[in-house]
């Protein structure tokens, strides 16, 4: 028998997938756990566990949304909520909710999107306008025109007056190079005359909102389609053409309800660039510089040396022109996402690409394009999301991310796969959602990266899985950690909540960022959509501080709801989206009982001055199989027996510690001094236990909360004998 005193002094490998269970070989296999639920990773290596979620409010008609950041400023920031065929908007200090005709004026009756399409958008912010696109919706504005007040249109919404902004909205398709001529029948040729256009090509699909350009000889026109039609269409002249005769000089704009709308965007190099529609899945387009609602590349035949078209879009072409690059593949593969920064990095179906410049400035424009195919790993349909000078993407099978760097030793970008060696996450999910049995398996939907306070990747599954990455590259930090967020989303109470979308913007305070959700969940009798949000974790010394800010509350429950009140109270109201589930409280910096809520409110066994109240949730960590003690060789498969654990908390009031979640000792916290109304107080240091385990092969160690209070664990270690 050899004894042993094993340390484990980080987690920063976080949950490893059961295929790693004998790589011993690895470093990261002792960085690693086996099981890390409801604990966030930081990058200095301890865990620590996630804080609760706030409840806001409930979505219009109990509809999943879909959340999306829009921030404004410091001190400005909004969560835009899309459900289906309704946008509202939250403001992230005062909590208020802003819809259409009250904060948001809708304008032009723009077609809102409908069912699961709300999960495939893709937006891009600048200043006080968020793009929204879908490949197929017509392209979104939600312009913010005073604090708490927006505009939604279409991308070319306009007033009958101003027919000249639209013109120049939309990219074109290569001039007609057949024979096939379109022709205008109208009773002039004057800007804002109806009639209707006729391709000689009778087979040929108008659709609404499709813009025609139509030259004869040096001069060139432009009308609007009004209605759908095969052969012909009504129509609206735009920009007045010199004739009404067939011509075959003529160009179809690159988007519209026949070509299909653009699918990804993103600004880059002081342009809007919008990719990848139905018919050029592998086209991206990029509007004027400095000018994001001019797409329009080629000029009027008329505009060559002067503004004869009143355009104002004549003479040589420039670099700031608008441009349209079609990457160059050996394939077509459909454009999955754009994301920005040093160069133009675009994630394709089956190849990431770089685009920049072709010359020494690097400038990406019309007379200089410049791309390459960089790997060739293929990529979802997600936006992709940058952390400081890396891009991570979701490979083409959605259940893998990767992460684009250049590499300068190999003078060219390279993907790591950060999920390589927690590979079950992303089903993690599947057994216990019996819906999904049979059926895809599950995939990530979305993600959205949380820089502060410990950058982590979160991502939502298909299946309403919540799980994250806490990833530093620089300190060589990949932690996945796995989220139950608190709650059912079935009768028979079997189902973890169904997370739908999450967004990230920055706090009221703008001191951290919190993570805003979605949740699903099944409420006295009936299926809730909840709009919450994690906020940081708790920082203060005191459970029971006197501060009546969520922020410096001890939030850790779900779907939480505070009360405070100068005058001690024993019933707590507000709970009425909780109705008939058992919650957990904490009074006053103490554990209350369990409680039941009934129309709305619980009563407490004694009463209180502040009470957070909310849905439980356990935090449970598990280290990998010990490897410590043995002298001819591996300890894996021989008999061991851990007698004795050191743990190293940090900031941790309550847990339970063993060999299993059916084994488990409470450790004592509480100072046998402290008076009974007073709450524990928050403890750093080391706690000596002597280990409930008995002999056996594994040799693990398994720490839990069970209650709703802060436990951070620095380091682990363990003291037995390995007996060979």
């Known amino acids: 028998m050899a004894r042993f005193n094993n340390l484990k002094n980080s987690f920063l490998s976080g949950e490893l997938s059961p295929r790693v269970d004998g790589r011993t070989d690895l470093d990261r296999y002792f960085q690693g756990c086996a099981q890390l639920e409801n604990f966030i990773v930081h990058p200095m290596g301890g865990a620590s566990r996630r804080p609760g979620t706030r409840y806001v409010t409930s979505t219009p008609s109990n509809a999943a949304a879909r959340l999306i950041p829009f921030s404004y400023s410091k001190t400005e920031n909004y969560i835009v909520e899309v459900t289906a065929g309704a946008v509202r908007v939250i403001n992230v200090t005062t909590l208020a909710v802003y819809s259409s005709g009250a904060g948001i004026t809708v304008s032009g009756s723009p ?22 696109v879908h490949p197929d919706y017509k392209p979104k504005k939600l312009s913010r025109t005073a604090a708490n007040t927006f505009t939604l249109t279409d991308f070319d919404y306009h007033t009958g007056s101003t027919e000249l902004t639209m013109v120049k909205k939309y990219p074109f398709r290569d001039r007609n190079a057949t024979s096939t001529t379109m022709t205008l029948t109208a009773a002039a040729t004057t800007v804002g005359t109806t009639g209707t256009i006729t391709c000689s090509d009778a087979t040929f699909a108008f659709t609404t909102n499709m813009l025609i350009k139509i030259t004869h000889t040096t001069t060139t026109g432009m009308v609007r389609v009004t209605s759908n039609g095969t052969g012909s269409a009504n129509m609206i002249i735009y920009n007045a053409p010199s004739a009404l005769t067939a011509t075959d000089l003529w160009e179809e704009s690159a988007w519209s309800d026949r070509r299909g709308w653009p699918r990804t965007i993103c600004f880059f190099e002081s342009r809007l660039v919008m990719g990848g529609n139905l018919a050029q899945p592998d086209t991206f387009w990029g509007s004027f510089v400095n000018n994001y609602d001019h797409f329009m590349a080629r000029k009027f035949d008329q505009d060559s040396a002067s503004n004869v078209s009143g355009l104002n879009y004549y003479g040589a072409n420039t670099n700031n022109d608008p441009y349209g690059f079609t990457l160059a593949s050996q394939q077509v593969n459909q454009i999955q996402w754009l994301s920005p920064g040093k160069t133009l990095l675009i994630g394709t179906l089956g190849a990431e690409h770089v685009a920049a410049g072709s010359d020494d400035a690097q400038v990406l424009g019309p007379s200089n394009p410049g791309q390459n195919v960089e790997t060739t790993h293929g990529s979802s349909f997600v936006q992709a999301k940058r952390a400081a000078y890396t891009v991570m993407f979701v490979q083409r099978a959605g259940q893998r991310v990767r992460e684009l760097v250049f590499d300068f030793n190999s003078d060219a970008y390279t993907s790591e796969d950060l999920s390589l060696l927690a590979e079950h996450m992303v089903r993690k999910r599947n057994p216990e959602n019996t819906t999904f049995v049979g059926f895809t398996p599950p995939s990530i939907r979305q993600m959205e990266y949380q820089e502060s306070p410990s950058g982590i990747l979160w991502c939502v599954g298909t ?9 530093d590259k620089l300190l060589q930090v990949t932690a996945w950690h796995f989220h139950k967020i608190g709650g059912y989303s079935d009768a028979g109470q079997t189902i973890p909540p169904i997370v739908r979308s999450i967004a990230v ?81 904490l009074a006053d910096g103490k554990v209350h009982p369990q409680e ?17 109240v909310g849905l439980p949730y356990t935090p449970k960590l598990k280290t990998m199989r ?32 063993g060999p299993s979640e059916s084994k488990l000792d409470r450790i004592v916290f509480r100072p046998a001094s402290l008076a009974q109304d007073q709450p524990t107080p928050l403890f750093t240091g080391d706690k000596k236990i002597n280990f409930p385990s008995g002999y056996e092969n594994d040799g693990q160690i398994m720490v839990v909360q069970d209650q709703p209070l802060p436990i951070g664990v620095a380091a682990i270690v363990a003291r037995g004998i390995t007996s060979e």
């Open 626 to 657: 010990i490897e410590a003690g043995a002298v001819t060789g591996t300890a894996q498969g021989q008999i061991k027996r851990i007698d004795g654990v050191t743990i190293r908390f940090y900031r941790t009031v309550n847990a339970k510690v």
């Open 111 to 132: 077609t809102l999107w409908t069912g699961s399409s709300i999960y495939e958008i893709q937006y891009a912010q600048s200043a006080d306008v968020l793009y929204l």
């Open 596 to 612: 039941t809520v009934t129309g709305g409110a619980i009563t407490l066994d004694y009463t209180a001055n502040q009470v957070v």
């Open 505 to 585: 913007v920055p706090s009221a305070r703008g001191t951290h960022d919190d993570v805003w959700m979605c949740v699903t969940r099944y409420i006295n009798g009936g299926t809730k959509n909840y709009i919450e949000y994690m906020g940081k974790e708790f920082d203060l010394e005191d459970l029971d501080n006197d501060s009546t800010d969520y922020e410096d509350k001890p939030l850790y429950v779900d779907s939480a709801h505070f009360y405070s009140n100068a005058v001690a109270f024993s019933t707590v109201s507000g709970l009425s989206h909780l109705e008939g589930q058992v919650v957990d409280v």
């Open 463 to 471: 299946d309403g899985a919540l799980y994250g990455c806490t990833r």
